[in-house]
């Protein structure tokens, strides 16, 4: 391929598994309130065609209706007229026939067979040449198939994936062992096209940076065993502490002060451990903040 031939890419969004994963590994406590599809597809092919300049397709399926459960959770809008509008406007096509559900027989929801049509379009699509490149927006493990499929006729692939419980093992060990394919965290990009995040229980909003460090809180360790979870927490909190090596700066003192704030505010801390101590915890974190600030 000539180093100024575009690259075409062709990117698979499956709705309900990018929305719900991330959800899940929030334990339901943060949701997506907002994304930005046009910055998404140009931050996917960057990473997946670093070196040459490329052209993308984006095709986008809801499995499930907006009803079900934990898509309520998340409060995120799969079928309204401005979630389809904001994917057509990043120069996406919608899976039109598979945004109608339907309920089964014992009153569930039927699948649609939305990864079916997409791991077809995928796999006809490698055959008949209509890109060079697909990258799989999913952690399910109905598209490891595909992954070999399509490696097979000569294209690469990239799946997309919030990394964690929530992936699939055989769709990663698929990806491990096939040729021309390859991982990528949706955690390591996610600033470049999600304006804020949601919490459960709370009027405010997170931007980026302040939800990575409540999401590094939840992942920890000792909030997972259940041990210490006080004590890790103003620890996290302390104005002293670093964020992989490197000490905080005065606004990232401030920034910290507010999140603690925000979360002792919609409850979160109250519910990982920290209990009557909340005022003492909050008095701790202020008085950092404010030593730091000089205020």
């Known amino acids: 391929m000539d180093s100024t031939q575009l690259v075409r890419v062709h990117l698979v969004v499956d709705a309900a598994n ?16 907002e994304i930005h ?7 996917l092919c960057a990473a997946a065609v670093p070196d040459k300049p490329w052209s993308w397709v984006l095709s986008y399926g809801v499995g499930l209706p907006a009803k079900h459960s934990q898509l309520a959770r998340q409060n995120v809008p799969y079928r309204s007229d401005e979630q389809i509008a904001a994917v057509r ?22 699948e649609k067979g939305v990864d079916t049509a997409m791991v077809g379009r995928l796999a006809y699509g490698a055959g008949a040449g209509d890109y060079d490149v697909a990258i799989m927006l999913t952690g399910d493990a109905d598209f490891a198939p595909c992954v070999t499929l399509v490696c097979e006729a000569g294209k690469r692939v990239v799946v997309a994936s919030w990394r964690g419980t929530s992936t699939a093992g055989e769709l990663v060990d698929t990806v491990e062992r096939t040729q021309n394919a390859a991982m990528l965290d949706l955690w390591s990009i996610m600033d470049k096209f999600v304006p804020h995040v949601k919490m459960s229980g709370a009027n405010e909003v997170l931007d980026v940076a302040q939800f990575r460090m409540w999401k590094a809180l939840l992942d920890a360790e000792e909030t997972k065993n259940a041990r210490g979870v006080d004590h890790v927490l103003l620890d996290y909190m302390r104005t002293e502490v670093s964020i992989d090596g490197i000490e905080p700066d005065s606004d990232q003192r401030v920034q910290r002060y507010t999140l603690f704030q925000v979360l002792l505010n919609a409850g979160h ?27």
């Open 18 to 33: 990018f929305f719900l994963t991330f959800g899940n590994q929030c334990l339901n406590e943060a949701w997506l309130r």
């Open 37 to 43: 599809w046009k910055e998404l597809c140009d931050a």
């Open 89 to 110: 406007n990043a120069g996406g096509e919608i899976l039109e026939g598979f945004l109608r559900p339907r309920e089964g027989k014992g009153g569930g929801n039927e």
């Open 269 to 295: 801390i109250r519910r990982y451990g920290v209990g009557e101590r909340n005022e003492t915890a909050l008095a701790v974190v202020r008085r950092n903040a404010d030593s730091n600030t000089g205020s």
